[in-house]
């Protein structure tokens, strides 16, 4: 590995905003770990993204395991450093969005929401502290949601998740900011990925694109160092009207 190149880690890769943020981080330079549950959809996902690596002279790999275990979650930090020698980026993209009214949701989606969305991201990003403050510092970005600021009907468990991931990010990003390792939390309203079974169809054109969201994470770890977005909205520019 170069001795300025990047090594980046990205939760939640195989699809969507995660898959998307990959190929933009190895566009970059950046050598990329990709990781999520389904180990086929993976080694598909990082056969795939190859291309992206090859233009930029970086290597994409891949790991299976859940967030929501917090020695899986250890595990996938432990992978990256394994096979590229270093992490200085931390993508917490993996989360769940199970939509239904708070009196029809069950216990089990309850904490299938809770520890995915929310300690999922503790885990990884305990794990990952020691290996960022080795490298003199890095980037830890969360994917929350602008549904953690305006909760919605049948979002209930989503919303509360996303609220609290952006108040951790907050206390986090004062708490390592002296490390030189800056904490970002990017908001995005709508986008067309087909999370939670949105549409991802002609009708869904409006709606913000997965790429859409990576160029904010790239954008996010080309900041100069003196420099830290603590928070950055994005949403779509010309939703529907509201009639």
């Known amino acids: 590995m170069a001795e300025n190149q990047k090594v980046a880690l990205v939760t939640g890769g195989s699809k969507g905003i995660g898959r998307a943020i990959a190929a933009a981080l190895l566009d970059s330079g950046a050598h990329v770990l990709v990781a999520g549950r389904d180990a086929v959809s993976l080694a598909s996902v990082a056969a795939a993204l190859g291309e992206h690596g090859e233009r930029s002279g970086a290597r994409v790999e891949w790991f299976a395991g859940d967030v929501r275990r917090e020695d899986e979650a250890r595990a ?52 990952a502290i020691p290996h960022l403050r080795a490298r003199g510092g890095g980037w830890i970005i969360n994917i929350s949601s602008l549904a953690s600021r305006n909760p919605f009907a049948g979002g209930a468990a989503y919303s509360a ?38 549409n991802e169809g002609a009708a869904a054109e409006w709606k913000l694109a997965p790429e859409d969201v990576a160029r904010v994470v790239a954008d996010l770890v080309a900041h100069p160092g003196r420099s830290l977005p603590s928070r950055v909205d994005i949403r779509p520019s010309m939703p529907p009207r509201k009639k």
């Open 161 to 198: 998740t996303k609220a609290g991931l952006n108040a951790f990010g907050e206390a986090l990003m004062q708490e390592l900011r002296y490390d030189g390792i800056r904490v970002s939390t990017v908001c995005p309203g709508s986008v067309r990925t087909g999370f939670a079974g949105s």
């Open 76 to 127: 996938m930090v432990e992978a990256a450093v394994r096979r590229f020698g270093a992490l200085d980026i931390l993508v917490n993209n993996a989360a769940v969005g199970i939509l239904v009214d708070t009196d029809m949701m069950t216990g089990d989606q309850w904490r299938e929401t809770i520890e995915t969305n929310l300690s999922g991201v503790f885990y990884c990003t305990r794990a």
